[in-house]
């Protein structure tokens, strides 16, 4: 079941297209990353779902039906946290309580989890920018969502409180909790995601389960005293997809993981004696380079 | 509606600018009432006062109303800054993100002009029927005249929704108190005088704050205003309906401003 079906959605900003026909599903109990370059139109996507845009074309769904109230079901953090800044934490929360339909008594257990609960009654406008983007975290999660949308949702915390963020995700996902996240963070997204949707420009690349849509090819790192004669040998090597000088080693390139010792007996068989054999995965940000700069 | 309120007021009750402004209000209202009341406050020279000094009822109702008329334009400073305040912080934005519907946004800031025309009404009426008790040394003839408390009313939800309409299309609190101000003291000024000499005389009192406003005209002696031609209220019953038709174009502008804009 899919909680969100998005169709052909599309958005301009006078002649600048931010979403060009737009199309695909969040299904349950994913964390789903919406990724691309700055202005390729995540936020605006993420701002449509939301209601605070308005799409010139297109339709989504919550839960596959047309339902106003889908969105009170929805803890979300979309850009810079937005309080009333005269006010303190909880009289904040209480607001979004009452917005939400949901009870204040959980606004001291979500403090607690963002680490606010010491600052709770001091206003908005004395925190910090990471207080702030704890506090939006907490504000998202009062209402017991069934789906949490964040937008950069690690901006402007120190490395901790990323861990923290990551970590508190992977427990929520693993509560029930679907997860859609918007990043540039390509290391955030590989340590939290399942699912991906990429966007270029307003144009959406690919979407679907990670592995499916940022392909990561195999990577076998060698080297040999003479590096010339090992590259014309691995160039008949079965499966060699491509050839990469890399400092004084030699990157090879597959799709599946080649038998290495295969691979060491067909270099030796050569007269190539190899001085080093090593696995390598290819980053998930080479893999998004490779697929939005084509 | 009272949920939307109760949300309200979760926003306005710690919020000092609000108080500050109700402050403006009923303190204000109360001291240019005692003092016109007690001759401390005149206009004129050589002992001649020209302002009404006839508290009675039901003078009291004009009398009173036609100061409290300009000094309920500090509520509609306050929506400005409310509704602006909300833009401004974007938090506009997070209330429609955690779940309000965007109309809910709207009919919330309906309510609280709602609330606010019904509190200023309340104590427009109090001022008058303590300054109408003294000056009548009673309140047996109280009701004459009261169905100037609806139009009291009726101005007042005019000008604060009219503050709305501007915090809303406007966004920012320095420019749209700015355009109020200018097109409430000079633009409509300007226009009325321009349609009643070059169009059709008497109808300029129609535009849409001079409608409520010229309700309550400047209340100055009897003699005095057969002698200068001062303006006499126009048919308060086609002002009413001037005004009514205002307060719902302004609904319908920020109805389709709110569901067809980006926040």
Redesign the interface.
Known sequence: MNVLTINNISKAYGPVLALKNVSFAVPRHTVFGVLGPNGSGKTTLLGILLDVLKSDAGTFQWWQQPDNTARRKIGALLETPNFYHYLSAVDNLKIVAGIKECSESRIDEVLEMTGLLARKHHKFQTYSLGMKQRLAIASALLANPEVLLLDEPTNGLDPAGIAEIRTLIQELHSKGVTIIMASHLLDEVEKVCTHVAILKKGDLLGSGAVDEVLHQQKVVEVSASDITRLSQVMQSFPGVLKLEPNHSALRLYFNDWPDMAALNRFCFEQGVVLEQLQQRKQSLESSFMQLTNN | MK?LL??EW??LK???TFWWLLAFYGGLLILVTLMVFKGIFTVGANGINILSSLFNFPNVWKNVGFWASMIVDFLAFLMIILVSNEYQ???N??????????LQFLHAKYGLVLVLSIGATLFFMLNCIVVGGIASSGLQNMTSGINNVLYFFLHAFNLISFGLLLGLLLKRSGIALSVFLGYQLIVENMLKAFIDSRVYRGIGTYLPLQSTDDMFPIPVMEMVRSLTNAPEAPSLIWSAIAGVFWCCLYYVIARRRIL????
Do not use: E, M, S
Request: aromatic fraction near 8%.
């Open positions: 949920a109760a949300i979760l926003k710690r919020y000092r912080f974007r938090t934005r997070q209330n429609v993100i955690d779940g309000q519907t965007r067809t804009t980006d926040l």
